[in-house]
Protein backbone atom coordinates (compact mmCIF):
# COMPACT_ATOMS: atom_id res chain seq x y z
CA UNK A 1 0.00 0.00 0.00
CA UNK A 2 1.85 3.75 -1.18
CA UNK A 3 0.97 6.99 0.14
CA UNK A 4 1.37 10.38 -1.88
CA UNK A 5 4.60 11.57 -0.56
CA UNK A 6 3.03 15.50 -0.25
CA UNK A 7 -0.44 14.82 1.43
CA UNK A 8 -0.14 11.14 2.79
CA UNK A 9 -3.67 10.16 1.05
CA UNK A 10 -3.10 6.64 -0.24
CA UNK A 11 -2.53 6.00 -4.01
CA UNK A 12 -4.77 4.27 -6.75
CA UNK A 13 -3.52 2.61 -10.17
CA UNK A 14 -3.38 6.42 -11.54
CA UNK A 15 -0.32 8.19 -11.94
CA UNK A 16 -1.48 11.19 -10.03
CA UNK A 17 -2.61 11.39 -6.46
CA UNK A 18 -6.55 11.55 -5.98
CA UNK A 19 -6.62 14.20 -3.14
CA UNK A 20 -3.51 16.81 -4.37
CA UNK A 21 -2.74 15.32 -7.70
CA UNK A 22 0.81 15.05 -7.48
CA UNK A 23 2.70 13.14 -10.37
CA UNK A 24 3.48 9.88 -8.67
CA UNK A 25 4.72 7.90 -11.29
CA UNK A 26 8.41 8.18 -10.92
CA UNK A 27 7.84 7.84 -7.16
CA UNK A 28 5.93 4.78 -7.64
CA UNK A 29 9.24 3.39 -9.76
CA UNK A 30 10.87 3.68 -6.84
CA UNK A 31 8.97 2.38 -4.21
CA UNK A 32 8.21 -0.81 -6.47
CA UNK A 33 12.48 -0.84 -6.87
CA UNK A 34 12.87 -0.49 -3.24
CA UNK A 35 10.46 -3.27 -2.67
CA UNK A 36 11.84 -5.18 -5.22
CA UNK A 37 15.43 -5.53 -3.52
CA UNK A 38 13.92 -6.06 -0.26
CA UNK A 39 12.40 -8.88 -1.70
CA UNK A 40 15.68 -9.97 -2.77
CA UNK A 41 17.20 -9.69 0.88
CA UNK A 42 14.50 -11.68 2.32
CA UNK A 43 15.15 -14.70 -0.17
CA UNK A 44 19.31 -14.65 0.30
CA UNK A 45 18.75 -14.04 4.24
CA UNK A 46 16.52 -17.29 4.15
CA UNK A 47 19.10 -19.70 2.29
CA UNK A 48 22.07 -18.13 4.60
CA UNK A 49 23.56 -15.83 1.91
CA UNK A 50 23.52 -12.65 4.76
CA UNK A 51 26.40 -10.82 2.98
CA UNK A 52 24.44 -10.83 -0.19
CA UNK A 53 20.95 -9.85 2.16
CA UNK A 54 23.08 -6.93 4.12
CA UNK A 55 24.20 -5.78 0.13
CA UNK A 56 20.07 -5.93 -1.04
CA UNK A 57 18.50 -4.59 2.05
CA UNK A 58 21.20 -1.60 1.81
CA UNK A 59 19.73 -0.74 -2.05
CA UNK A 60 16.67 -1.15 -0.88
CA UNK A 61 16.53 1.43 1.84
CA UNK A 62 18.85 3.86 -0.26
CA UNK A 63 16.04 4.13 -2.50
CA UNK A 64 13.61 4.20 0.22
CA UNK A 65 14.53 4.64 3.87
CA UNK A 66 11.04 4.84 4.87
CA UNK A 67 10.85 0.64 4.15
CA UNK A 68 10.51 -0.52 8.05
CA UNK A 69 9.92 -4.04 6.91
CA UNK A 70 13.59 -3.84 5.01
CA UNK A 71 15.58 -1.68 7.84
CA UNK A 72 14.24 -4.57 10.31
CA UNK A 73 15.30 -7.63 7.63
CA UNK A 74 18.62 -5.74 8.20
CA UNK A 75 19.00 -5.71 11.73
CA UNK A 76 18.35 -9.04 11.88
CA UNK A 77 20.85 -10.26 9.63
CA UNK A 78 23.63 -7.73 11.46
CA UNK A 79 22.23 -9.52 14.62
CA UNK A 80 22.82 -12.91 13.11
CA UNK A 81 26.18 -12.48 12.04
CA UNK A 82 27.05 -10.95 15.58
CA UNK A 83 26.78 -6.86 14.64
CA UNK A 84 25.05 -6.37 17.51
CA UNK A 85 25.58 -2.32 17.51
CA UNK A 86 24.78 -2.07 13.95
CA UNK A 87 21.21 -4.18 14.44
CA UNK A 88 20.18 -2.28 17.28
CA UNK A 89 20.86 1.15 15.57
CA UNK A 90 18.71 0.13 12.67
CA UNK A 91 15.67 -1.00 14.82
CA UNK A 92 15.87 2.16 16.77
CA UNK A 93 16.34 4.09 13.73
CA UNK A 94 12.90 2.00 12.15
CA UNK A 95 11.10 2.65 15.62
CA UNK A 96 11.76 6.66 15.45
CA UNK A 97 10.87 7.09 11.57
CA UNK A 98 7.73 4.73 12.59
CA UNK A 99 6.51 6.81 15.45
CA UNK A 100 7.09 9.69 13.19
CA UNK A 101 4.95 8.93 10.18
CA UNK A 102 1.41 9.69 9.37
CA UNK A 103 0.98 6.17 9.78
CA UNK A 104 1.68 4.21 12.45
CA UNK A 105 1.91 0.71 11.71
CA UNK A 106 2.80 -2.61 14.43
CA UNK A 107 6.61 -2.29 14.27
CA UNK A 108 8.25 -5.38 14.97
CA UNK A 109 11.65 -2.99 16.06
CA UNK A 110 9.69 -2.13 18.88
CA UNK A 111 9.65 -6.24 20.42
CA UNK A 112 13.35 -6.55 19.47
CA UNK A 113 14.17 -4.11 21.48
CA UNK A 114 12.44 -4.29 24.62
CA UNK A 115 13.69 -8.15 24.62
CA UNK A 116 17.23 -7.08 24.55
CA UNK A 117 16.78 -4.23 27.11
CA UNK A 118 14.73 -6.60 29.24
CA UNK A 119 17.33 -9.68 28.95
CA UNK A 120 20.28 -8.58 30.88
CA UNK A 121 22.38 -11.63 30.41
CA UNK A 122 22.50 -11.49 26.87
CA UNK A 123 23.43 -7.72 27.44
CA UNK A 124 26.17 -8.70 29.86
CA UNK A 125 27.69 -10.94 27.09
CA UNK A 126 27.28 -8.78 24.04
CA UNK A 127 29.36 -6.22 26.56
CA UNK A 128 31.93 -9.08 27.15
CA UNK A 129 32.07 -10.47 23.85
CA UNK A 130 32.96 -6.87 22.58
CA UNK A 131 35.25 -6.27 24.80
CA UNK A 132 37.11 -9.17 24.69
CA UNK A 133 37.04 -9.09 21.10
CA UNK A 134 38.83 -5.70 21.14
CA UNK A 135 41.58 -7.14 23.36
CA UNK A 136 42.54 -9.57 21.23
CA UNK A 137 42.59 -7.23 18.44
CA UNK A 138 45.01 -5.21 19.79
CA UNK A 139 46.77 -8.42 21.29
CA UNK A 140 46.88 -9.26 17.61
CA UNK A 141 48.66 -6.17 16.46
CA UNK A 142 51.33 -6.64 18.77
CA UNK A 143 52.23 -9.86 17.44
CA UNK A 144 50.62 -12.05 21.04
CA UNK A 145 48.57 -14.15 18.47
CA UNK A 146 48.55 -17.03 21.30
CA UNK A 147 46.82 -14.65 24.17
CA UNK A 148 44.81 -13.62 20.80
CA UNK A 149 43.59 -16.84 20.76
CA UNK A 150 42.85 -17.83 23.91
CA UNK A 151 40.34 -14.21 23.71
CA UNK A 152 38.64 -15.21 21.20
CA UNK A 153 37.60 -18.58 22.09
CA UNK A 154 35.98 -16.80 25.25
CA UNK A 155 34.11 -14.13 22.44
CA UNK A 156 32.89 -17.19 20.67
CA UNK A 157 31.83 -19.12 23.73
CA UNK A 158 29.92 -15.76 25.25
CA UNK A 159 28.36 -15.23 21.35
CA UNK A 160 28.96 -18.30 18.86
CA UNK A 161 27.59 -16.20 15.77
CA UNK A 162 30.22 -13.40 15.93
CA UNK A 163 31.19 -13.43 12.17
CA UNK A 164 34.30 -11.28 12.53
CA UNK A 165 35.90 -12.73 15.67
CA UNK A 166 35.67 -16.51 14.73
CA UNK A 167 37.26 -15.01 10.96
CA UNK A 168 40.32 -13.53 13.36
CA UNK A 169 40.20 -17.11 15.27
CA UNK A 170 41.08 -18.56 11.74
CA UNK A 171 43.89 -15.91 10.92
CA UNK A 172 45.33 -16.54 13.86
CA UNK A 173 45.32 -20.07 12.89
CA UNK A 174 46.69 -19.63 9.43
CA UNK A 175 49.33 -17.26 11.10
CA UNK A 176 50.65 -20.18 13.73
CA UNK A 177 50.68 -23.03 10.46
CA UNK A 178 47.65 -24.66 12.13
CA UNK A 179 46.00 -25.51 8.81
CA UNK A 180 43.72 -27.84 10.42
CA UNK A 181 41.95 -26.03 12.92
CA UNK A 182 41.73 -22.90 10.63
CA UNK A 183 39.68 -25.01 8.09
CA UNK A 184 37.63 -26.16 10.64
CA UNK A 185 36.28 -22.54 11.98
CA UNK A 186 36.26 -21.06 7.98
CA UNK A 187 33.89 -24.00 7.82
CA UNK A 188 31.41 -22.57 10.61
CA UNK A 189 31.62 -19.16 9.40
CA UNK A 190 30.56 -20.74 5.69
CA UNK A 191 27.89 -22.13 7.40
CA UNK A 192 26.92 -19.10 8.88
CA UNK A 193 26.98 -16.53 5.68
CA UNK A 194 27.49 -18.91 2.65
CA UNK A 195 28.63 -15.81 0.47
CA UNK A 196 31.06 -14.20 2.56
CA UNK A 197 33.89 -13.06 0.13
CA UNK A 198 36.74 -13.03 3.44
CA UNK A 199 35.62 -16.21 5.22
CA UNK A 200 35.89 -17.82 1.14
CA UNK A 201 38.74 -16.22 0.14
CA UNK A 202 40.37 -17.63 3.72
CA UNK A 203 39.21 -20.95 3.35
CA UNK A 204 40.63 -21.72 0.21
CA UNK A 205 43.99 -20.73 0.72
CA UNK A 206 43.66 -23.04 3.51
CA UNK A 207 42.71 -26.24 1.71
CA UNK A 208 45.18 -25.28 -1.09
CA UNK A 209 48.00 -25.56 1.81
CA UNK A 210 46.31 -28.74 2.98
CA UNK A 211 46.13 -30.55 -0.70
CA UNK A 212 49.47 -29.74 -0.98
CA UNK A 213 50.88 -31.12 2.70
CA UNK A 214 48.82 -34.41 1.36
CA UNK A 215 50.38 -34.51 -1.92
CA UNK A 216 54.17 -34.79 -0.23
CA UNK A 217 53.05 -37.14 2.52
CA UNK A 218 51.77 -39.21 -0.43
CA UNK A 219 54.68 -38.70 -2.32
CA UNK A 220 57.06 -39.28 0.74
CA UNK A 221 55.56 -42.84 1.53
CA UNK A 222 55.70 -43.70 -2.18
CA UNK A 223 59.42 -43.32 -2.83
CA UNK A 224 59.98 -45.11 0.63
CA UNK A 225 58.15 -48.13 -0.59
CA UNK A 226 60.22 -48.09 -3.50
CA UNK A 227 63.45 -47.33 -2.18
CA UNK A 228 62.54 -50.48 0.44
CA UNK A 229 64.71 -53.50 0.68
CA UNK A 230 64.18 -56.87 -0.77
CA UNK A 231 66.29 -60.22 1.33
CA UNK A 232 64.90 -63.84 1.32
CA UNK A 233 61.59 -62.68 -0.19
CA UNK A 234 60.75 -60.10 2.31
CA UNK A 235 60.48 -56.61 1.50
CA UNK A 236 61.28 -53.75 4.26
CA UNK A 237 60.99 -49.96 3.88
CA UNK A 238 59.74 -46.68 6.54
CA UNK A 239 56.42 -45.02 6.44
CA UNK A 240 56.53 -42.21 9.25
CA UNK A 241 57.56 -43.33 12.56
CA UNK A 242 57.17 -47.33 11.38
CA UNK A 243 58.86 -50.29 9.81
CA UNK A 244 56.79 -52.14 7.06
CA UNK A 245 57.49 -55.88 6.59
CA UNK A 246 55.55 -57.07 2.99
CA UNK A 247 56.44 -60.86 1.32
CA UNK A 248 57.09 -60.43 -1.42
CA UNK A 249 54.85 -63.47 -3.14
CA UNK A 250 56.76 -65.92 -1.59
CA UNK A 251 55.23 -69.56 -0.94
CA UNK A 252 55.95 -71.94 1.64
CA UNK A 253 55.77 -75.64 1.64
CA UNK A 254 52.56 -77.10 3.77
CA UNK A 255 50.85 -73.91 3.81
CA UNK A 256 50.46 -72.48 0.33
CA UNK A 257 48.93 -75.89 -1.19
CA UNK A 258 52.51 -77.82 -1.39
CA UNK A 259 51.65 -80.90 1.25
CA UNK A 260 52.16 -81.19 4.92
CA UNK A 261 56.26 -81.55 5.59
CA UNK A 262 57.21 -85.25 7.02
CA UNK A 263 58.89 -83.40 9.98
CA UNK A 264 55.64 -82.41 10.85
CA UNK A 265 53.64 -85.90 11.11
CA UNK A 266 56.84 -87.34 13.13
CA UNK A 267 56.29 -84.54 15.67
CA UNK A 268 52.37 -85.42 15.91
CA UNK A 269 53.44 -89.29 16.53
CA UNK A 270 55.63 -88.60 19.17
CA UNK A 271 53.31 -86.61 21.33
CA UNK A 272 51.19 -89.45 21.01
CA UNK A 273 53.47 -91.67 22.19
CA UNK A 274 54.43 -89.53 25.32
CA UNK A 275 50.88 -88.75 26.44
CA UNK A 276 50.33 -92.66 26.13
CA UNK A 277 53.41 -93.30 28.93
CA UNK A 278 51.95 -90.34 31.01
CA UNK A 279 48.66 -92.22 31.41
CA UNK A 280 49.89 -95.45 32.46
CA UNK A 281 53.29 -94.93 34.11
CA UNK A 282 53.14 -91.97 36.05
CA UNK A 283 49.74 -91.15 36.60
CA UNK A 284 48.65 -93.84 39.15
CA UNK A 285 52.00 -92.80 41.31
CA UNK A 286 50.44 -89.48 41.35
CA UNK A 287 47.65 -90.50 42.25
CA UNK A 288 48.56 -92.42 45.24
CA UNK A 289 50.61 -89.43 46.95
CA UNK A 290 47.38 -87.26 46.17
CA UNK A 291 45.20 -89.83 48.21
CA UNK A 292 48.00 -90.08 51.10
CA UNK A 293 48.41 -85.93 51.20
CA UNK A 294 44.79 -85.93 51.77
CA UNK A 295 44.41 -88.17 54.82
CA UNK A 296 47.44 -86.62 56.22
CA UNK A 297 45.29 -83.13 55.93
CA UNK A 298 42.19 -84.65 57.30
CA UNK A 299 43.91 -85.81 60.49
CA UNK A 300 45.47 -82.40 61.32
CA UNK A 301 42.23 -80.90 60.59
CA UNK A 302 40.97 -83.27 63.23
CA UNK A 303 43.37 -82.00 66.07
CA UNK A 304 43.32 -78.55 65.46
CA UNK A 305 39.35 -78.98 65.78
CA UNK A 306 39.55 -80.40 69.53
CA UNK A 307 41.56 -77.08 70.16
CA UNK A 308 39.85 -74.39 68.71
CA UNK A 309 36.31 -75.84 70.22
CA UNK A 310 38.07 -74.98 73.67
CA UNK A 311 38.25 -70.99 73.22
CA UNK A 312 34.89 -70.41 70.79
CA UNK A 313 33.25 -70.29 74.88
CA UNK A 314 35.59 -67.45 75.42
CA UNK A 315 35.66 -65.94 71.94
CA UNK A 316 31.58 -65.23 72.36
CA UNK A 317 32.16 -63.74 75.74
CA UNK A 318 34.35 -61.54 74.04
CA UNK A 319 32.08 -60.50 71.31
CA UNK A 320 28.97 -59.60 73.76
CA UNK A 321 31.09 -57.60 75.68
CA UNK A 322 32.66 -55.49 72.49
CA UNK A 323 29.08 -55.26 70.92
CA UNK A 324 27.91 -53.53 74.17
CA UNK A 325 30.80 -51.05 73.26
CA UNK A 326 29.82 -50.66 70.04
CA UNK A 327 26.08 -49.95 71.22
CA UNK A 328 27.25 -47.39 73.73
CA UNK A 329 29.78 -45.95 71.14
CA UNK A 330 26.95 -46.00 68.27
CA UNK A 331 24.66 -43.85 70.51
CA UNK A 332 27.23 -41.42 71.35
CA UNK A 333 27.90 -40.50 67.90
CA UNK A 334 24.33 -40.33 67.51
CA UNK A 335 23.56 -37.86 69.59
CA UNK A 336 27.06 -35.90 68.23
CA UNK A 337 25.55 -36.30 64.63
CA UNK A 338 21.95 -34.51 65.96
CA UNK A 339 23.24 -31.90 67.91
CA UNK A 340 25.56 -30.92 65.03
CA UNK A 341 22.97 -30.88 62.50
CA UNK A 342 20.53 -29.22 65.13
CA UNK A 343 23.34 -26.32 65.10
CA UNK A 344 23.77 -26.13 61.70
CA UNK A 345 19.78 -25.78 60.85
CA UNK A 346 19.73 -22.77 63.28
CA UNK A 347 22.90 -21.42 61.62
CA UNK A 348 21.13 -21.41 58.30
CA UNK A 349 17.71 -19.85 59.36
CA UNK A 350 19.83 -16.96 60.86
CA UNK A 351 21.83 -16.87 58.09
CA UNK A 352 18.26 -16.61 55.71
CA UNK A 353 16.96 -14.08 58.20
CA UNK A 354 19.80 -11.67 58.32
CA UNK A 355 18.82 -11.96 54.33
CA UNK A 356 15.57 -11.05 54.69
CA UNK A 357 16.07 -8.13 57.28
CA UNK A 358 18.62 -6.93 54.38
CA UNK A 359 16.33 -6.81 51.60
CA UNK A 360 13.37 -5.16 54.01
CA UNK A 361 16.29 -2.03 54.63
CA UNK A 362 17.22 -2.11 50.99
CA UNK A 363 14.78 -3.84 48.52
CA UNK A 364 16.82 -2.77 45.50
CA UNK A 365 19.11 -5.58 45.69
CA UNK A 366 22.09 -3.53 47.22
CA UNK A 367 25.52 -4.89 48.13
CA UNK A 368 24.22 -5.69 51.28
CA UNK A 369 21.11 -7.65 50.27
CA UNK A 370 23.76 -10.04 48.04
CA UNK A 371 26.21 -10.34 50.79
CA UNK A 372 23.70 -11.16 53.55
CA UNK A 373 21.99 -13.79 50.80
CA UNK A 374 25.27 -15.34 49.82
CA UNK A 375 25.60 -16.24 53.63
CA UNK A 376 22.78 -18.93 52.78
CA UNK A 377 23.02 -22.52 51.10
CA UNK A 378 20.08 -23.16 49.25
CA UNK A 379 20.79 -26.75 48.83
CA UNK A 380 20.46 -27.09 53.09
CA UNK A 381 18.74 -24.27 54.43
CA UNK A 382 14.95 -25.76 54.22
CA UNK A 383 15.52 -28.92 55.42
CA UNK A 384 13.34 -29.46 58.32
CA UNK A 385 11.78 -26.38 58.48
CA UNK A 386 8.38 -25.45 58.47
CA UNK A 387 6.20 -24.16 55.08
CA UNK A 388 6.53 -20.08 55.77
CA UNK A 389 10.29 -20.71 55.97
CA UNK A 390 10.38 -22.54 52.81
CA UNK A 391 8.22 -19.58 51.42
CA UNK A 392 10.31 -16.76 52.46
CA UNK A 393 13.10 -18.72 50.80
CA UNK A 394 11.84 -19.11 48.26
CA UNK A 395 10.88 -15.47 47.99
CA UNK A 396 14.22 -14.23 48.75
CA UNK A 397 15.91 -16.94 46.11
CA UNK A 398 13.83 -15.60 42.99
CA UNK A 399 14.83 -11.90 44.16
CA UNK A 400 18.31 -12.89 44.80
CA UNK A 401 19.54 -15.86 42.78
CA UNK A 402 21.04 -14.23 39.90
CA UNK A 403 22.42 -10.74 41.32
CA UNK A 404 24.67 -13.47 43.72
CA UNK A 405 25.64 -15.63 40.96
CA UNK A 406 26.71 -12.83 38.77
CA UNK A 407 28.37 -10.77 41.54
CA UNK A 408 30.24 -14.03 43.09
CA UNK A 409 31.20 -15.77 39.56
CA UNK A 410 32.71 -12.28 37.92
CA UNK A 411 34.29 -11.93 41.17
CA UNK A 412 36.16 -15.11 41.36
CA UNK A 413 36.83 -14.65 37.38
CA UNK A 414 37.95 -10.98 37.20
CA UNK A 415 40.41 -12.01 40.76
CA UNK A 416 41.70 -15.49 39.48
CA UNK A 417 42.52 -13.34 35.77
CA UNK A 418 44.43 -10.26 37.84
CA UNK A 419 48.17 -9.63 37.24
CA UNK A 420 50.38 -10.56 40.17
CA UNK A 421 50.02 -12.37 43.50
CA UNK A 422 46.21 -13.68 43.65
CA UNK A 423 44.29 -14.58 46.39
CA UNK A 424 43.34 -18.60 45.95
CA UNK A 425 41.17 -18.18 49.65
CA UNK A 426 39.40 -15.44 48.42
CA UNK A 427 38.87 -17.11 44.66
CA UNK A 428 37.77 -20.27 45.70
CA UNK A 429 35.15 -18.42 48.38
CA UNK A 430 33.46 -16.40 45.19
CA UNK A 431 33.49 -19.48 42.89
CA UNK A 432 31.66 -21.69 45.70
CA UNK A 433 29.13 -19.25 46.68
CA UNK A 434 28.48 -18.19 42.88
CA UNK A 435 28.56 -22.54 42.48
CA UNK A 436 26.17 -22.90 45.48
CA UNK A 437 23.48 -20.37 43.52
CA UNK A 438 23.86 -21.97 39.40
CA UNK A 439 20.62 -23.21 38.61
CA UNK A 440 20.64 -27.17 37.92
CA UNK A 441 20.54 -28.07 34.65
CA UNK A 442 20.49 -24.45 33.05
CA UNK A 443 23.98 -23.71 33.84
CA UNK A 444 25.25 -19.89 32.91
CA UNK A 445 28.19 -19.94 30.15
CA UNK A 446 31.12 -19.15 32.21
CA UNK A 447 29.88 -22.29 34.66
CA UNK A 448 32.52 -24.68 32.64
CA UNK A 449 35.71 -21.43 32.99
CA UNK A 450 34.95 -20.98 36.89
CA UNK A 451 34.63 -24.93 37.18
CA UNK A 452 38.68 -24.98 36.17
CA UNK A 453 39.59 -21.99 38.16
CA UNK A 454 38.07 -23.32 41.26
CA UNK A 455 40.15 -26.72 40.65
CA UNK A 456 43.18 -25.21 40.01
CA UNK A 457 42.54 -22.17 43.06
CA UNK A 458 42.39 -25.46 45.18
CA UNK A 459 45.73 -26.88 43.87
CA UNK A 460 47.71 -23.42 43.61
CA UNK A 461 46.61 -22.30 47.43
CA UNK A 462 47.25 -25.91 49.02
CA UNK A 463 50.82 -25.01 47.07
CA UNK A 464 51.35 -21.98 48.37
CA UNK A 465 50.50 -23.03 51.93
CA UNK A 466 53.39 -23.62 54.54
CA UNK A 467 53.40 -26.94 56.06
CA UNK A 468 51.51 -25.55 59.07
CA UNK A 469 48.88 -24.48 57.13
CA UNK A 470 48.43 -27.31 55.22
CA UNK A 471 47.13 -29.40 57.70
CA UNK A 472 44.26 -27.23 57.82
CA UNK A 473 43.87 -27.79 54.40
CA UNK A 474 43.72 -31.13 54.04
CA UNK A 475 40.66 -31.56 51.74
CA UNK A 476 41.75 -29.21 49.21
CA UNK A 477 43.25 -31.77 46.94
CA UNK A 478 40.14 -34.04 47.28
CA UNK A 479 37.99 -30.61 46.11
CA UNK A 480 40.42 -29.98 43.11
CA UNK A 481 39.72 -33.44 41.68
CA UNK A 482 36.31 -33.59 42.46
CA UNK A 483 35.63 -30.50 40.68
CA UNK A 484 38.42 -31.21 37.89
CA UNK A 485 36.81 -34.57 37.01
CA UNK A 486 33.54 -33.20 36.50
CA UNK A 487 34.67 -31.04 33.37
CA UNK A 488 36.72 -34.32 32.34
CA UNK A 489 33.68 -36.36 32.76
CA UNK A 490 30.85 -33.76 31.27
CA UNK A 491 32.57 -31.47 29.36
CA UNK A 492 34.87 -33.03 27.22
CA UNK A 493 34.69 -30.94 24.17
CA UNK A 494 35.28 -27.46 26.19
CA UNK A 495 38.17 -25.49 25.55
CA UNK A 496 39.05 -26.27 29.48
CA UNK A 497 39.17 -30.29 29.62
CA UNK A 498 42.68 -30.02 28.14
CA UNK A 499 43.45 -28.26 30.97
CA UNK A 500 41.73 -29.77 33.74
CA UNK A 501 43.02 -32.96 32.60
CA UNK A 502 46.95 -31.69 33.22
CA UNK A 503 45.89 -30.29 36.22
CA UNK A 504 44.50 -33.19 37.52
CA UNK A 505 47.91 -34.77 36.73
CA UNK A 506 49.59 -32.60 38.88
CA UNK A 507 47.43 -32.58 41.62
CA UNK A 508 47.66 -36.78 41.89
CA UNK A 509 51.03 -36.00 41.57
CA UNK A 510 51.38 -34.16 44.29
CA UNK A 511 49.28 -36.06 47.14
CA UNK A 512 51.25 -39.01 46.50
CA UNK A 513 54.75 -36.90 47.65
CA UNK A 514 52.21 -35.83 50.15
CA UNK A 515 51.54 -39.58 51.31
CA UNK A 516 55.07 -41.12 51.03
CA UNK A 517 56.05 -38.21 53.16
CA UNK A 518 53.49 -39.02 55.84
CA UNK A 519 54.35 -42.49 55.31
CA UNK A 520 58.26 -42.02 55.98
CA UNK A 521 57.71 -39.68 58.79
CA UNK A 522 55.22 -42.34 60.33
CA UNK A 523 58.20 -45.20 59.88
CA UNK A 524 60.72 -42.55 61.59
CA UNK A 525 58.60 -42.33 64.82
CA UNK A 526 58.32 -46.25 65.23
CA UNK A 527 62.02 -46.63 65.40
CA UNK A 528 62.41 -44.12 67.66
CA UNK A 529 59.85 -45.70 70.02
CA UNK A 530 61.28 -48.91 69.39
CA UNK A 531 65.19 -47.69 69.98
CA UNK A 532 63.83 -46.07 73.21
CA UNK A 533 61.84 -49.10 74.46
CA UNK A 534 65.53 -51.33 73.81
CA UNK A 535 67.31 -48.68 75.95
CA UNK A 536 64.85 -48.57 78.81
CA UNK A 537 64.97 -52.78 78.46
CA UNK A 538 69.14 -52.32 78.74
CA UNK A 539 69.17 -49.89 81.68
CA UNK A 540 66.39 -51.92 83.58
CA UNK A 541 68.93 -55.79 82.98
CA UNK A 542 72.09 -53.48 84.11
CA UNK A 543 70.19 -52.11 86.91
CA UNK A 544 68.22 -55.29 88.38
CA UNK A 545 69.44 -54.30 92.53
CA UNK A 546 67.31 -51.10 92.37
CA UNK A 547 64.46 -50.96 94.70
CA UNK A 548 60.49 -51.65 93.87
CA UNK A 549 59.93 -48.05 94.22
CA UNK A 550 63.01 -46.63 92.03
CA UNK A 551 61.38 -48.89 88.82
CA UNK A 552 57.64 -47.49 89.67
CA UNK A 553 59.14 -43.95 89.30
CA UNK A 554 60.75 -45.16 85.86
CA UNK A 555 57.73 -46.27 84.47
CA UNK A 556 55.65 -43.49 85.22
CA UNK A 557 57.52 -40.72 83.83
CA UNK A 558 58.48 -43.08 80.41
CA UNK A 559 54.84 -42.99 79.71
CA UNK A 560 54.10 -39.52 79.39
CA UNK A 561 57.26 -39.41 76.66
CA UNK A 562 55.45 -42.91 75.19
CA UNK A 563 52.34 -40.73 74.58
CA UNK A 564 54.14 -37.87 73.43
CA UNK A 565 56.08 -39.65 70.92
CA UNK A 566 53.15 -41.33 69.71
CA UNK A 567 51.38 -37.71 69.45
CA UNK A 568 53.67 -36.77 66.88
CA UNK A 569 53.78 -39.57 65.19
CA UNK A 570 49.92 -38.82 64.53
CA UNK A 571 51.06 -34.82 63.83
CA UNK A 572 53.54 -35.82 60.78
Request: net charge negative; charged share 25%; hydrophobic share 35%.
Amino acid sequence: MLYCYQCGCELTSSDHCPNCGADVRQYKEIMVTSNLLYNEGLDKARVRDLSGAIASLKQSLWYNKYNLDARNVLGLCYFEVGETVSALAEWVISKNLNDQGLHVKNNPAEKYLTEFQNDKQTRTQVSEAVTRYNNALDSCNAGNVDVAALQLKKVLALNPHFLRARQLLALVYIERKDWKKAERELVKCVRLDVSNTTSLRYLDEVQGHLSHQQGDERKKNGDAKAAGTVKNGVRTYREGNETIIEPVGSKKPGIDGFGVPTGLIGGLIGLVIGAALVAFLVMPQRVQTVQNEAANQVRSYSEESSSKDASVSDLQNQVTTLQSQVDSLNSQLSEAQNEEASAEKSSGADALFAAANAVIATPDNTEDDIEAMAQVDPATVTDGQSDAFVTLFNTLYTQLQDPVLEKYAWDGINLYEADGDKDYKTIINDLEIANRFEIKDSYSMTYVERLYYLGDSYYQAYLAASESERADMSDYLDKAVTVLTRITDNYKDSDYAQQASARLQDVESLKASENVGTAESSSGSSSSESSSADSASSAGSSDASSDASSAASSSSSAAPASDQSAEQSNAQ
